[in-house]
């Protein structure tokens, strides 16, 4: 356990922040697993699932919570896998 006042501190943010994207993280994947599935299945709202997970994606990686490349090619895989069907 740190003695210092900063890096107790530091100790907080790290675990609010992780909690953070540990949500926004969880999140994606429901979405992401949603519009497979929905795609997968030819349903109607599968154009909605598709436009909720990628828009999601591009708000963690516009917050810094994904890596802009991994949002981009999560993004690009969902895209191919749509087109296949």
């Known amino acids: 356990m740190a003695n210092i006042a900063?890096?107790?501190?530091?100790n907080r943010?790290?675990?609010?922040?992780?909690?953070?994207n540990k949500s926004v993280r969880?999140?994606?994947?429901?979405?992401?697993?949603a519009a497979r599935t929905a795609l997968?299945?030819?349903?109607g709202d599968a154009p909605d699932r598709v436009r909720a997970a990628?828009?999601?994606?591009?708000?963690a990686a516009a917050q810094g919570r994904l890596h802009?490349?991994?949002?981009?090619r999560r993004t690009s895989?969902?895209?191919?896998?749509?087109?296949?069907t």
């Open 54 to 59: 990628q828009r999601r994606l591009g708000k």
């Open 13 to 20: 943010q790290n675990e609010v922040r992780r909690q953070r």
């Open 40 to 43: 997968d299945a030819g349903g």
């Open 26 to 33: 969880s999140e994606i994947k429901t979405r992401m697993k």
């Open 68 to 72: 802009k490349k991994t949002a981009a």
């Open 6 to 10: 900063s890096q107790k501190k530091r």
């Open 77 to 84: 895989r969902l895209m191919r896998s749509g087109s296949s």
